[in-house]
């Protein structure tokens, strides 16, 4: 009989050798240890985060003059888009329906901070010639009203500077100081930033070529600098080289993000540099560091297409602001306009950026898409049911869509869009993860809906691979994510595009999927082509490649409509079936929404108002836009 020590010792060995021969046996098929956890050492960007890059306080010259916002502060500003109450300009409560995850409070840099001391008669104003004169003007304006008085303090507040240095210096300080007291890692991400207003090149009529500057650092850092302004200099590569000093000096992070290239004059694309120049490597590499993103849509319009550049688009149509700078349908139908226009518009240039690459070797175009308010009221609204307009004086009221914008008479007030916020695929809400996926493109502009958009291309992608849980494990693994590069094409391979759209848990339904494709053929030629590759409610294209629309429920008079069509959720693998490996291309998605109420709609409903003029749109189509990616052969 064995005794129970030999049994122990028995049972002991066997054990050993068993927990031995799985121990070997993994480290022989590591594959085994990697069954479970899955990934464990892999942390995918899986979270995606919403914000506004672009919102002005009553510290810009414009928002606190004709715009009329004269108290609302950055404070206000923070707080709204956290999802606190505050009280707009107007008296009304306003409270952000869903609170944004980031906010970059982004004043304009001339005369930074000169409107509130001008309107309690400052006596630091008085620290400079300029200012004394300002202020003595603004006195007497306000016991005369006389006109021409009023002229003269508008040219000195565009043209002029009014502040010294070291006053400029403690406004910035202060700015920055207010950025990090609102950042609350994970919660709310805050960064200090200013607008660089350019009104372009000499003798240009309104070449805007404004940029938004964004800082990734905290106010140690940023307050080691000043804010570079157009009465610094007009000359974008100026702008870019004071990035070059800040980040020798702190060993921090910056980046600019234009806008507005839609009302540029054909200037923010143009082929030729602020002096004339044709286009260098040298500014070529500049622009594509400093500059990853464009603001493709916001208040002032909307900047992915124009009908008359892609005549073949059905939806390119959308937010088009003709009227700027007073065009007519003369000027719109000229070739001077549309040799402008291919410069003005982001998907032109991304045509052109494919032209130039060629050409200089490098791209300068080579951005990814994003959305911002350009609000200045201090309220970061989008929303088409809570749209508090461009400026102050165009807050809700009853007369405010037949009413002018504030700084243009020819233009009513209808036209403004309620548009748009930046989406920003992350690790986590935090000034550092933001940033960085920022700078790799990893983001994506909506007109103003919470649409969650997913977009990888690669060579290996499977039909079924759409529909799998873990799409983002997939995407990564095989392949690279939107803003990414596709290069060396396999043999016999065209690209496979991995896409996931998924509507806004609180709005309306998905109409499609579209991707958009420009390339650069072998004879230098420039091309585009829009490919539906998901449809709802089961639609196919017809042999025409026609697609019958989605229908539309929106009731006007009462500013509503139902998810009766449309579908919640859109995927696809889809296939390039017009890929050729030795052309330069690059792709990019936009998802459609089925129709909705416009925020005229809105206002129409909310005040009672009658006998609307027809020209006013009282109904949209909202969309999402996503970084591209580009294929180099």
Same mark, same amino acid.
């Given at each position: 009989?064995?005794?129970?020590?030999?049994?122990?010792?028995?049972?002991?060995?066997?054990? $050993?050798?068993?927990?031995?021969?799985?121990?070997? =046996?993994?480290?022989?098929?590591?594959?085994?240890?990697?069954?479970?956890?899955?990934?464990?050492?892999?942390? $995918?960007?899986?979270?995606?985060?919403?914000?506004?890059?672009?919102?002005?306080?009553?510290?810009?010259?414009?928002?606190?003059?004709?715009?009329?916002?004269?108290?609302?502060? !950055?404070?206000?500003?923070?707080?709204?888009?956290?999802?606190?109450?505050?009280?707009?300009?107007?008296?009304?409560?306003?409270?952000?329906?869903?609170?944004?995850?980031?906010?970059?409070?982004?004043?304009?840099?001339?005369?930074?901070?000169?409107?509130?001391?001008?309107?309690? @008669?400052?006596?630091?104003?008085?620290?400079?010639?300029?200012?004394?004169?300002?202020?003595?003007?603004?006195?007497?304006?306000?016991?005369?009203?006389?006109?021409?008085?009023?002229?003269?303090?508008?040219?000195?507040?565009?043209?002029?500077?009014?502040?010294?240095?070291?006053?400029?210096? =403690?406004?910035?300080?202060?700015?920055?100081?207010?950025?990090?007291?609102?950042? &609350?890692?994970?919660?709310?991400?805050?960064?200090?930033?200013?607008?660089?207003?350019?009104?372009?090149?000499?003798?240009?009529?309104?070449?805007?070529?404004?940029?938004?500057?964004?800082?990734?650092?905290?106010?140690?850092?940023?307050?080691?600098?000043?804010?570079?302004?157009?009465?610094?200099?007009?000359?974008?590569?100026?702008?870019?080289?004071?990035?070059?000093?800040?980040?020798?000096?702190?060993?921090?992070?910056?980046?600019?993000?234009?806008?507005?290239?839609?009302?540029?004059?054909?200037?923010?694309?143009?082929?030729?540099?602020?002096?004339? &120049?044709?286009?260098?490597?040298?500014?070529?590499?500049?622009?594509?560091?400093?500059?990853?993103?464009?603001?493709?849509?916001?208040?002032?319009?909307?900047?992915?297409?124009?009908?008359?550049?892609?005549?073949?688009?059905?939806?390119?149509?959308?937010?088009?602001?003709?009227?700027? !700078?007073?065009?007519?349908?003369?000027?719109?139908?000229?070739?001077?306009?549309?040799?402008?226009?291919?410069?003005? $518009?982001?998907?032109?240039?991304?045509?052109?950026?494919?032209?130039?690459?060629?050409?200089?070797?490098?791209? %300068?175009?080579?951005?990814?898409?994003?959305?911002?308010?350009?609000?200045?009221?201090?309220?970061?609204?989008?929303?088409?049911?809570?749209?508090?307009?461009?400026?102050?004086?165009?807050?809700?009221?009853?007369?405010?869509?037949?009413?002018?914008?504030?700084?243009?008479?020819?233009?009513?007030?209808?036209?403004?869009?309620? =548009?748009? $916020?930046?989406?920003?695929?992350?690790?986590? &809400?935090?000034?550092?993860?933001?940033?960085?996926?920022?700078?790799?493109?990893?983001?994506?502009?909506?007109?103003?809906?919470?649409?969650?958009?997913?977009?990888?291309? @690669?060579?290996?992608?499977?039909?079924?691979?759409?529909?799998?849980?873990?799409?983002?494990?997939?995407?990564?693994?095989?392949?690279?994510?939107?803003?990414?590069?596709?290069?060396?094409?396999?043999? @016999?391979?065209?690209?496979?595009?991995?896409?996931?759209?998924?509507?806004?848990?609180?709005?309306?339904?998905?109409?499609?999927?579209?991707?958009?494709?420009?390339?650069?053929?072998?004879?230098?030629?420039?091309?585009?082509?829009?490919?539906?590759?998901?449809?709802?409610?089961?639609?196919?294209?017809?042999?025409?490649?026609?697609?019958?629309?989605?229908? &539309?429920?929106?009731?006007? !008079?009462?500013?509503?409509?139902?998810?009766?069509?449309?579908?919640?959720?859109?995927?696809?693998?889809?296939?390039?079936?017009?890929?050729?490996?030795?052309?330069?291309?690059?792709?990019?998605?936009?998802?459609?929404?089925?129709?909705?109420?416009?925020?005229?709609?809105?206002? !129409?409903?909310?005040?009672?108002?009658?006998?609307?003029?027809?020209?006013?749109?009282?109904?949209?189509?909202?969309?999402?836009?996503?970084? %591209?990616?580009?294929?180099?052969?």
């Amino acid at each position: 009989m064995i005794n129970n020590k030999l049994w122990i010792r028995l049972a002991l060995a066997i054990t $050993y050798a068993f927990f031995q021969s799985i121990f070997v =046996s993994a480290e022989e098929s590591p594959a085994i240890l990697n069954l479970y956890p899955p990934d464990i050492e892999k942390i $995918y960007p899986n979270n995606v985060y919403w914000g506004d890059t672009h919102l002005h306080t009553n510290l810009s010259v414009d928002a606190s003059s004709w715009g009329g916002n004269k108290a609302l502060t !950055a404070d206000e500003a923070y707080r709204f888009a956290r999802g606190d109450m505050v009280r707009a300009t107007n008296g009304m409560k306003a409270r952000i329906d869903r609170p944004l995850d980031f906010l970059v409070v982004a004043d304009h840099a001339y005369n930074l901070g000169v409107m509130p001391s001008l309107y309690s @008669g400052s006596p630091i104003l008085k620290e400079t010639e300029e200012g004394k004169h300002l202020l003595e003007n603004f006195q007497k304006y306000q016991k005369s009203s006389d006109e021409s008085i009023h002229t003269v303090i508008t040219e000195t507040l565009f043209n002029k500077k009014i502040f010294s240095k070291n006053r400029i210096l =403690s406004i910035w300080r202060d700015i920055a100081d207010k950025a990090d007291e609102y950042n &609350n890692p994970q919660k709310f991400t805050t960064f200090s930033g200013y607008e660089w207003t350019s009104w372009g090149t000499p003798g240009s009529a309104l070449g805007n070529l404004h940029r938004v500057v964004i800082f990734k650092d905290n106010k140690d850092r940023v307050s080691k600098i000043l804010p570079l302004s157009w009465l610094d200099s007009s000359n974008p590569e100026d702008l870019w080289r004071s990035f070059e000093i800040y980040e020798q000096k702190t060993g921090g992070d910056v980046l600019a993000i234009p806008h507005n290239g839609n009302v540029s004059n054909g200037e923010m694309f143009s082929p030729v540099d602020f002096d004339g &120049n044709p286009l260098s490597p040298s500014y070529a590499r500049m622009r594509s560091r400093w500059e990853p993103l464009y603001e493709v849509t916001q208040i002032k319009g909307d900047g992915e297409a124009h009908p008359f550049l892609s005549p073949t688009d059905d939806f390119a149509d959308y937010e088009t602001w003709n009227s700027w !700078a007073g065009r007519t349908i003369k000027d719109i139908k000229s070739n001077e306009w549309a040799q402008k226009k291919r410069s003005e $518009y982001a998907r032109s240039a991304l045509k052109l950026g494919l032209g130039l690459q060629v050409k200089l070797g490098i791209n %300068p175009f080579k951005f990814g898409l994003i959305g911002s308010t350009d609000s200045h009221t201090s309220l970061a609204t989008a929303e088409e049911y809570n749209f508090w307009g461009k400026v102050s004086k165009s807050e809700p009221s009853p007369n405010r869509m037949l009413e002018p914008v504030a700084w243009n008479k020819d233009i009513p007030n209808w036209e403004t869009a309620a =548009s748009g $916020y930046m989406a920003v695929w992350a690790q986590e &809400n935090t000034r550092e993860s933001l940033f960085a996926s920022m700078k790799r493109k990893e983001v994506y502009a909506t007109t103003g809906p919470r649409i969650k958009v997913r977009f990888f291309g @690669g060579w290996d992608y499977q039909s079924l691979d759409a529909f799998k849980p873990n799409l983002a494990k997939i995407g990564y693994s095989k392949g690279v994510p939107m803003g990414g590069d596709l290069t060396q094409a396999p043999k @016999g391979k065209a690209p496979r595009f991995l896409i996931r759209a998924v509507k806004d848990p609180s709005g309306a339904n998905l109409d499609r999927v579209q991707m958009i494709k420009g390339w650069h053929d072998k004879r230098g030629e420039l091309h585009e082509k829009i490919y539906n590759v998901a449809l709802s409610n089961g639609r196919k294209e017809n042999w025409r490649g026609k697609v019958k629309p989605v229908g &539309n429920t929106v009731d006007v !008079a009462n500013a509503s409509y139902f998810n009766s069509i449309g579908d919640p959720e859109l995927a696809v693998v889809w296939v390039d079936p017009d890929f050729h490996k030795d052309e330069l291309a690059f792709y990019y998605v936009r998802v459609l929404e089925i129709p909705t109420p416009r925020w005229t709609a809105y206002d !129409a409903k909310f005040f009672g108002l009658k006998d609307i003029p027809k020209e006013i749109p009282m109904i949209t189509q909202e969309r999402a836009y996503t970084s %591209p990616i580009w294929y180099t052969p």
